[in-house]
């Protein structure tokens, strides 16, 4: 029986040779899943990187080029608004000089129609005082044949 404890003590041996071998081979399949699961996470992480910043760029320059063209649009407006403002002011001259234009016919034409008035006036005075005239001398005449 002494060598059944032998095999026994042997048998405990190896058995806990085998734990302990168990646990360092566990021990290194976790170190080795958890150094695994890192790269993983940091292959992952770069890549949703790259792919966030690819992202990123594209939208910048899609705002960028958005900006430029409302830039464009904008100055484009504020283009044509001064050229029409410059426009209407053309106008308002022109209406203005063409105002003055009318001003000056209108008075000069006044001033036309009171002189014809003034001498109508005064022609129509001196037919008038001739036909009294007239008729004071008809008056005579008839009065001088009268008498004859």
Request: with cysteine.
């Given at each position: 029986m002494p060598g059944k404890k032998a095999d026994k003590a042997s048998q405990q041996s190896h058995s806990s040779d085998d734990a302990g071998i168990m646990a360092v081979v566990a021990a290194q399949m976790q170190t080795?899943?958890?150094?695994?699961?890192?790269?993983?996470?940091?292959?992952?992480?770069?890549?949703?990187k790259s792919d966030l910043d690819k992202c990123i760029a594209s939208r910048?320059?899609?705002y960028n080029t958005a900006v430029a063209e409302i830039n464009a649009a904008y100055?484009?407006?504020?283009?044509?608004?001064?050229?029409?403002?410059?426009?209407?002011?053309?106008?308002?001259?022109?209406?203005?000089?063409?105002?003055q234009k009318l001003l000056a016919l209108s008075?000069?034409?006044n001033k036309t129609m009171s002189d014809?008035?003034?001498?109508?006036?005064?022609?129509q005075v001196k037919g008038m005082a001739i036909a009294k005239k007239a008729v004071e001398d008809f008056g005579k005449l008839v009065a001088s044949l009268e008498e004859i």
């Amino acid at each position: 029986m002494p060598g059944k404890k032998a095999d026994k003590a042997s048998q405990q041996s190896h058995s806990s040779d085998d734990a302990g071998i168990m646990a360092v081979v566990a021990a290194q399949m976790q170190t080795s899943w958890e150094k695994k699961r890192k790269e993983k996470e940091t292959k992952f992480l770069q890549s949703a990187k790259s792919d966030l910043d690819k992202c990123i760029a594209s939208r910048l320059e899609e705002y960028n080029t958005a900006v430029a063209e409302i830039n464009a649009a904008y100055d484009k407006f504020v283009l044509e608004y001064a050229q029409m403002d410059d426009h209407i002011r053309r106008l308002w001259l022109q209406l203005q000089q063409e105002q003055q234009k009318l001003l000056a016919l209108s008075e000069k034409k006044n001033k036309t129609m009171s002189d014809n008035d003034r001498d109508r006036e005064t022609g129509q005075v001196k037919g008038m005082a001739i036909a009294k005239k007239a008729v004071e001398d008809f008056g005579k005449l008839v009065a001088s044949l009268e008498e004859i």
